[in-house]
């Protein structure tokens, strides 16, 4: 079965402290890994998408890459804006129909 | 830009009633797809929908549920007889193919009684 964790759960920055956050998958025949943002109340919102190891991915002060077993979502010089909760979700090959396997997300919040 | 939109965006419903749950996905989209997120819990994959049937649906998506396009811009989910553990938020997504990325709407929140 298709599975992704995510960690850490949550994540405390002061603005300006750059981190990153981690995603494992485990996956058969991966055909992509996504990115999304999820503000309290509101729906997942798309960041990246990559589809193979060693592609990256970049907007504004975030940096999405991909290895064989685990994406990263770097934050650099993060800003109060920035906090929110970041899913990642696999999308598996196979017999698959674009479901996406959901991470339980990462509970960003960024100091001023 | 566009955007998915779903209504209503909170629906109260009393325990053994029917409820349908309404999304305009983004136009020129076609493939669609529902997802549920219990508060607290992962997002859940309900079912994909291409070319008016059922691509693929989750063990969660049992015969009390049902997908439906309607018309040219809507895409419905009915749930036939609600039971408490339906309460959650609903999230409809479209898509242009099966690998590329779903844009979601806001979600229905779905409250059983």
């Known amino acids: 079965e298709d599975q992704v964790t995510q960690s850490p759960e949550a994540l405390r920055l002061q603005e300006g402290e750059s981190s990153s956050l981690n995603c494992s998958y485990t996956?058969?025949?991966?055909?992509?890994l996504f990115w999304y943002r999820q503000d309290p109340g509101k729906g997942p919102e798309f960041l990246f998408t990559l589809y193979s190891a060693g592609e990256e991915k970049e907007k504004e002060r975030l940096k999405a890459t991909l290895t064989k077993k685990e994406s990263f979502l770097h934050i650099t010089a993060p800003k109060p804006e920035d906090s929110a909760t970041y899913l990642c979700?696999?999308?598996?090959?196979?017999?698959?129909?674009?479901?996406?396997?959901f991470g339980q997300g990462t509970i960003l919040t960024v100091h001023p | 830009e566009p955007e998915v939109t779903q209504t209503p965006s909170h629906q109260v419903t009393q325990m053994g009633q029917e409820v349908i749950l309404r999304c305009v996905p983004i136009?020129?989209?076609?493939?669609f797809y529902w997802y549920r997120q219990i508060l607290g819990q992962k997002v859940e994959f309900l079912v994909s929908?291409?070319?008016?049937?059922?691509?693929?649906k989750s063990e969660i998506f049992d015969d009390q549920f049902s997908v439906e396009r309607p018309d040219g811009s809507n895409f419905t989910l009915k749930i036939r007889s609600t039971k408490l553990e339906d309460s959650a938020m609903y999230f409809c997504?479209?898509?242009?193919?099966?690998?590329?990325?779903?844009?979601f709407g806001d979600g229905t929140r779905l409250s059983i009684l």
């Open positions: 979700a696999s999308n598996a090959g196979g017999t698959s129909y674009g479901k996406l396997t």
């Open positions: 136009s020129n989209h076609l493939y």
């Open positions: 929908f291409y070319n008016n049937e059922i691509s693929e």
């Open positions: 997504a479209s898509g242009t193919g099966y690998n590329q990325p779903q844009h």
């Open positions: 996956v058969s025949g991966l055909r992509g």
